[in-house]
């Protein structure tokens, strides 16, 4: 048996015990290792806050690492995020991290960067249907789940909440990982007639107005007679409150989001939000620019979890979440350093 076949046995083998994985490379346009390799670093869209903190603390840990960084953003456009991904494989880049738009229309993305040997980093939303390298993301089911308890501690004595969810974009795997959290808690409690859904729908490219239409919508449809939104962020939170406020009901309805944004943090101050969830981007960022680095230099990673993506288990790093109430703002976002407790109490 040659060394070869020996070699990939052992690592398999060893890459199923421990999780551990063998970067790509060399398959495929023959590509060499730069000694201060470049990621490239190709986004969705910049619209939402977090992602620029996203492209800043991931740049930051890259830089400081002795190595440079590439940045694309496609706006939300599938074309476009396709166009960026081919100009960084033209520029060489040693790995990719793409934040896709489209989970499913940037697997010809994942397929172009192979044929050119370099590896791919799926970054919190996971692209399918195609051979991923690597997936780095918060534990998004439980994201939901956490929303949909919030829910769940809060059913009126009287006996039933009236509920009007807005679901995040159908292009992002995880709104759909979201959703499938918050029906994990909310379908027993319907069945059970303790929640009833009386408005329902998916908000465009998680934009806030989306969601405000979508609360114009439910109201117009059902007036003022329900008890909460479950937004599943808080831009979508945001255009939900908005809504709320031209109908005087701001502060009286319980809504729901996710990212810990600023403005969601100091609605839930003063009291017109009433959560969201803590997605720490330092560790995402610090934890995808290691891995990133390692992928560019082909060396060995461990990632202890595996997701499918409709063609292959994908090797998955997952990360912790919290739940942030106006209770635990200052232990959470604000000891964190992510939230100023001046900002936030203004
Ligand atoms: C999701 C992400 C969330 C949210 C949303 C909108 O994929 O996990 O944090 O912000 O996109 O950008």
Redesign the pocket.
């Known amino acids: 048996m040659s060394a070869r076949i020996l070699l990939v046995l052992v690592s398999c083998a060893l890459s199923v015990i421990t999780g551990l994985v063998i970067a790509r490379g060399g398959a495929g346009g023959g590509k060499t290792v730069r000694q201060r390799p470049v990621i490239g670093l190709s986004m969705d869209?910049l619209k939402?806050e977090?992602?620029q903190v996203d492209r800043d603390l991931f740049t930051e840990k890259i830089k400081a690492a002795g190595a440079d960084v590439l940045v694309q953003s496609a706006n939300s456009n599938d074309a476009i995020q396709l166009q960026n991904v081919e100009s960084l494989i033209t520029q060489k880049v040693d790995a990719l991290v793409i934040i896709p738009h489209d989970g499913a229309a940037m697997a010809k993305a994942v397929k172009l960067a192979h044929q050119a040997g370099i590896p791919v980093l799926s970054y919190?939303?996971l692209i399918t249907d195609c051979d991923l390298d690597l997936y780095l993301t918060?534990d998004?089911v439980k994201v939901g789940e956490l929303q949909a308890k919030f829910l769940a501690e809060r059913i009126p004595a009287a006996g039933k909440l009236r509920l009007i969810r807005i679901y995040?974009a159908k292009t992002?795997n995880?709104?759909k990982l979201f959703k499938q959290g918050q029906d994990n808690v909310l379908q027993p409690l319907i069945a059970a007639g303790k929640v009833e859904v009386i408005f329902e729908d998916w908000a465009e490219d998680?934009k806030p107005e989306s969601a405000k239409k979508i609360t114009n919508a439910a109201i117009t449809k059902n007036g003022p007679n329900f008890d909460a939104i479950l937004a599943s962020?808080d831009?979508t939170a945001g255009g939900a409150i908005q809504a709320l406020m031209e109908e005087g009901l701001a502060g009286k309805i319980i809504v729901t989001g996710?990212?810990a944004d600023l403005a969601a943090c100091q609605r839930i101050a003063q009291g017109t939000q009433s959560m969201t969830v803590y997605?720490p981007i330092q560790s995402i960022a610090t934890k995808a620019a290691e891995l990133a680095l390692k992928l560019a230099q082909r060396k060995p990673l461990v990632a202890k979890d595996a997701i499918p993506n409709g063609q292959v288990e994908v090797p998955t790093v997952l990360l912790d979440i919290v739940s942030v109430t106006k209770e635990n703002l200052r232990e959470t976002v604000v000891k964190d350093g992510f939230r100023k407790e001046a900002d936030v109490f203004q």
């Open positions: 869209t939402e977090r992602w919190d939303r918060f998004n995040g992002d995880n709104a998680w962020n831009g996710q990212d997605k």
